[in-house]
């Protein structure tokens, strides 16, 4: 489940340059110097609403507004500050100042138009203005135009290379376009340029947990709740290092203070539901997704989220509610969080609600009960929270395809080896599509209340326009709605969609195409090309939380066609057996056994590959 911009993991500077204390601040009147208060903004306010409701220097009024407005934006009461910033202006007509602090407040409030509109206006004015070009960077940001805005806060950046809030916006963009590495080289920049800048350590911090660079998150998190205790998404990016680290009670405590000090974080609440999902405290987890729906109703991964706990509750039809709602939704919405409004795109979200809807079906077709109870006593938790289950398939007997003789075969073998490393498995051999429908969906509910989903696959398949499908035995491979005949690996992919789980596709289904490669075929009015082998989905684990904590392992390379053996398996069948069970084997340490095997096996014909976003150690036949 992904998200553009999470908006409550990432701070911007809405930097505002303040104005010089006016050449009246050597007048021993307090009014004044109120004013001029750089430090204290209550005291400001008060001091410029005095100057302005005493009339005693009117050619400085547009000062005083200007002045206030600061304090405005400084308190966080940016309707007011623009209120001020518009006095300003009809005082001093294209004050370059006034306009790019109001294009600053109109971005927070998500006024992105007239924040864009304000910030030209103050370019026009002043050229040389810096921080119209971090306005106007922002609001670009948030509207999810992420290369104009870098350009904005370069220029930005070359008009002024000493303002660190440019960089640390800049940095904000290039994490936007995942370039983390861009968007950390902007961040080392911002704190050398100011050490104690709380907000570029806590943005750095949530850059490296992107990254998995956990050490180093947590040492950034960490500096930057010294620097600022009360820094609510300081707490949440430190949480979100936390749990991936599976340090539970230690999330559950910063996901606490983070709604303490804001109560109106709505990803807070949604994160620590999913912390109260993974400690199986159902009930808890549904209080904070309704709380995180109740504050922010446009997230729909929240939905996603909601319906996943239900379905393991037994709650079908309330999952199905929650799952509907988030197909509803709009994609892309602009979503309020700590630091404004920002764009969020849900769009691989609702790719998970709708394969989950799939998965679940009529409701004569699922479970009656609850797969586990709402809270389970100590004993069924601890088995629970180990459950591992497998679905291995294995297609041969094609109707209009090339049959193969050996994938019932390895499904079988696969399916014993899996059984013999104590997973639960379910199999199938020869399996038309409303079989093969069935099991998959059957997997799917299942892999709900699992800590390890694996799937294995033999068989043909194929890619079409660069995505990946898996051939029941009854599809017609001559027909003009193709698609329509065959499994599609992105649908499986998105219904395992799950952080909280390892999730392990496995496919060896590269083998001799059932169609030429490269050749046009007509679907409805439109041209599809077919091509060798499977297509690379190297995007796994992009953008955020989309895919994490799925492994996809194919038995050859994107593009080329696997052997299916001349003995009763394939050789990659024949590997993936001989090293699945070894105890105390890391996954990927097995698949790179595996790799090793085949490639002695076919004399360097074959060579098996597979991608990872999986979010820590899996082991199949249990740890060392």
Known sequence: MTRTLIAEAWTFVVAVALVSPSPLYAQSKKDLNDCDNMKDWNVRVAGCTRAIEGRKWPRFMHVFHLQRGEGYQGLEQYDRAIQDYTVALKYKPGSSKALSDRATAYSVLGNFDLALKDADAALRSDPGNALAY??????????GQFDPAIDAFSKGIALNPGMDALFTNRAAAWQSKDETDRALTDLDSALKLSPTNFLALSNRCHVWKVKHESGNALADCNQAIRLNPDHAVSFYNRANVLFELGELEKALADYGQAIRIDPSNAGAYAARGNVWRKKLNLDRAISDLNQAIKLNPKVVASYVTRGLIQEAQGDV???????RTALELPATVSTAGTGGMYLDSFGDDQKVAK??????????LVPAGPLYAAKPDEAKTAAISERRIALAIGNGAYATAPSLPNPPNDAR???RNLRNAGFQVSEGADLNREEMERL???FMRGAVTASVALLFYAGHGVQIDGQNYLLPTDANTDVQNLKSELMSLDTILAGLDDRLRANIVILDACRNNPMLAEVAVAEGNRSIVIRAGLASTSNLGKAGT???????AFSTAPGRVALD??????????????HINTPGLEVQQMLTRVRTDVVAATKSQQVPWSNSSLLGEVYLAGRP
């Open 134 to 143: 971090n306005a106007k960077g922002v609001a670009l940001l948030r509207k």
């Open 317 to 323: 039809h309330s999952a199905r509610q929650s799952f």
């Open 355 to 364: 394969a989950r809807l799939l998965a679940l079906g009529e409701a004569g």
């Open 413 to 415: 073998l696969i399916a």
């Open 440 to 442: 998959v969906a059957d």
């Open 546 to 552: 989309s895919g994490a904590g799925t492994l996809l």
């Open 565 to 578: 053996g001349e003995g009763a398996n394939s050789p990659f069948s024949l590997a993936l057996a001989r």
